[in-house]
């Protein structure tokens, strides 16, 4: 019986190959991390947008009534937006998820 002996190029192409698969998983999960994360980053982004607008409406003078009183409105909680309030702020919750991604990326 011939015993087969794994070779130095062998072990360290196996080796190799391991690593990319455990980092493709590390990858994947970072992704999925993201993803799960869309919903709290949205409802932070509505924090920072309240905070904004807020300020705005108490120190810009030309700023309209209709706009404050329209502003106003969505002074709430994320939660209670409807969804199409909602997505206004996914969409800039995506742009952090996207630049968050191309960070991660080699």
Do not use: C
Not at 36 to 63: C, F, G
Request: aromatic share 8%.
């Amino acid at each position: 019986m011939k015993h087969h002996s794994v070779s130095a190029v062998e072990h360290w192409t196996a080796s190799e190959a391991r690593k990319k698969r455990e980092i493709a998983i590390r990858k994947d999960e970072r992704m999925k991390v993201l993803d799960d994360s869309l919903e709290r980053l949205s409802a932070i982004e509505h924090e920072q947008w309240i905070e904004w607008s807020k300020n705005i409406a108490s120190t810009e003078p030309n700023i309209s009534f209709e706009r404050v009183e329209r502003w106003s409105n969505l002074w709430i909680p994320y939660e209670q937006l409807s969804d199409e309030m909602k997505e206004h702020d996914r969409k800039w919750a995506r742009k952090i998820i996207k630049a968050l991604r191309q960070a991660g990326e080699p």
